[in-house]
């Protein structure tokens, strides 16, 4: 039997007085994955993990949590690092997150064993007798996603993570995250860096004005929106005529993109360029970056 979503939203609905802030979205992410929730600001993003997380109710709609619709013990099942971080400056490293922990459901003996152990991790072991508002703000950031992720959670919300850490850092950070999923934690990854979503992410969904416009897989998606473009790289000279035959455009010391027109294919560009014997060291269809995706289709959304 397949195992239910992690997270399934069913016509979710959140308004603030008159502004819909989250508008019937509805999507299921599969167990152990990476989504990345994507979209421009005040898409409803936040709103609409502020619900998962169950810190506010949806208006309308139901969302469900491993197959369950969310109630109240669910979050202890949840880490969430929201973009405000939220730690009380005076108190002392190893306290907060021993406290952190507790609220979480851990032991005692077990919140203060998993408190070193992360710490050890992220080399802040001498920080345990540290006032948290003597740290510096990077180390702040990873003492903040060691509370959420103490208590071993099954989903992980992450809003922004790697912003302000150096990238050391941010690398040790995104090797604990990716630890973390290859032993089983789903991860909900909000960010408006789209080269942290494709280096992270297999799933997104892309929220824009309070709707889902757009999910699925990362490569599917810029497959979807591939519009017919060709990278050629080659030795020697390109045929004199080739610009009466197809549209050369971004040449690079290495080569030259061709964006072909309606009725053309890769391979009438292909066979064109045998004819003409021109020595081809590589030829491959350029597909879309996840930034120009988001930017098509957030602005044909507004345009609309
Ligand atoms: N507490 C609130 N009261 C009134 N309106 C709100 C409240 N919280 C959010 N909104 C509005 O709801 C919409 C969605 O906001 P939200 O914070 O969910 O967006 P977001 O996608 O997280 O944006 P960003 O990327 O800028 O963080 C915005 O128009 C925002 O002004």
Redesign the pocket.
């Given at each position: 039997m397949t195992p239910p979503p992690i997270i399934r939203v069913d016509k979710a609905r959140?308004t603030?007085?008159e502004?819909?802030?989250?508008d019937d979205v509805s999507f299921s992410m599969p167990p152990d994955a990476i989504l990345g929730l994507l979209?421009?600001?005040?898409?409803?993003?936040?709103?609409?993990?502020?619900m998962i997380t169950t810190i506010t109710a949806p208006d309308s709609g139901t969302i469900y949590f491993n197959g369950e619709p969310l109630s109240g013990y669910h979050p202890t099942q949840i880490g969430y690092l929201p973009?405000e971080r939220g730690l009380y400056k005076q108190m002392y490293v190893g306290e907060h997150l021993v406290y952190l922990a507790r609220l979480k459901g851990l032991s005692k003996a077990d919140a203060t064993a998993q408190a070193h152990e992360w710490l050890a991790k992220f080399d802040l072991d001498g920080q345990w007798t540290k006032p948290v508002e003597e740290l510096s703000k990077g180390m702040q950031q990873q003492v903040q996603f060691i509370a959420t992720v103490i208590h071993n959670p099954k989903l992980l919300i992450l809003?922004e993570p790697f912003s302000g850490l150096d990238p050391v850092n941010a690398t040790r950070m995104r090797q604990e995250i990716l630890r973390l999923h290859a032993n089983g934690t789903g991860v909900i990854f909000?960010t408006?860096r789209m080269e942290q979503v494709e280096e992270l992410c297999e799933f997104i969904v892309l929220?824009n004005q309070?709707k889902n416009i757009l999910e699925g897989k990362v490569a599917e998606i810029r497959r979807r929106f591939q519009d017919n473009k060709f990278h050629l790289e080659f030795g020697g000279d390109l045929p004199p005529g080739i610009n009466e035959r197809f549209r050369l455009i971004n040449h690079t010391p290495s080569g030259v993109d061709i964006q072909l027109v309606a009725g053309q294919t890769g391979n009438d560009l292909l066979r064109y360029l045998l004819d003409q014997h021109v020595h081809i060291v590589t030829f491959r269809e350029l597909l879309p970056s996840l930034n120009e995706v988001f930017i098509k289709q957030v602005s044909t959304k507004v345009e609309a």
């Amino acid at each position: 039997m397949t195992p239910p979503p992690i997270i399934r939203v069913d016509k979710a609905r959140k308004t603030y007085g008159e502004k819909v802030a989250v508008d019937d979205v509805s999507f299921s992410m599969p167990p152990d994955a990476i989504l990345g929730l994507l979209g421009p600001n005040g898409a409803g993003k936040t709103s609409l993990i502020r619900m998962i997380t169950t810190i506010t109710a949806p208006d309308s709609g139901t969302i469900y949590f491993n197959g369950e619709p969310l109630s109240g013990y669910h979050p202890t099942q949840i880490g969430y690092l929201p973009e405000e971080r939220g730690l009380y400056k005076q108190m002392y490293v190893g306290e907060h997150l021993v406290y952190l922990a507790r609220l979480k459901g851990l032991s005692k003996a077990d919140a203060t064993a998993q408190a070193h152990e992360w710490l050890a991790k992220f080399d802040l072991d001498g920080q345990w007798t540290k006032p948290v508002e003597e740290l510096s703000k990077g180390m702040q950031q990873q003492v903040q996603f060691i509370a959420t992720v103490i208590h071993n959670p099954k989903l992980l919300i992450l809003d922004e993570p790697f912003s302000g850490l150096d990238p050391v850092n941010a690398t040790r950070m995104r090797q604990e995250i990716l630890r973390l999923h290859a032993n089983g934690t789903g991860v909900i990854f909000s960010t408006h860096r789209m080269e942290q979503v494709e280096e992270l992410c297999e799933f997104i969904v892309l929220i824009n004005q309070g709707k889902n416009i757009l999910e699925g897989k990362v490569a599917e998606i810029r497959r979807r929106f591939q519009d017919n473009k060709f990278h050629l790289e080659f030795g020697g000279d390109l045929p004199p005529g080739i610009n009466e035959r197809f549209r050369l455009i971004n040449h690079t010391p290495s080569g030259v993109d061709i964006q072909l027109v309606a009725g053309q294919t890769g391979n009438d560009l292909l066979r064109y360029l045998l004819d003409q014997h021109v020595h081809i060291v590589t030829f491959r269809e350029l597909l879309p970056s996840l930034n120009e995706v988001f930017i098509k289709q957030v602005s044909t959304k507004v345009e609309a």
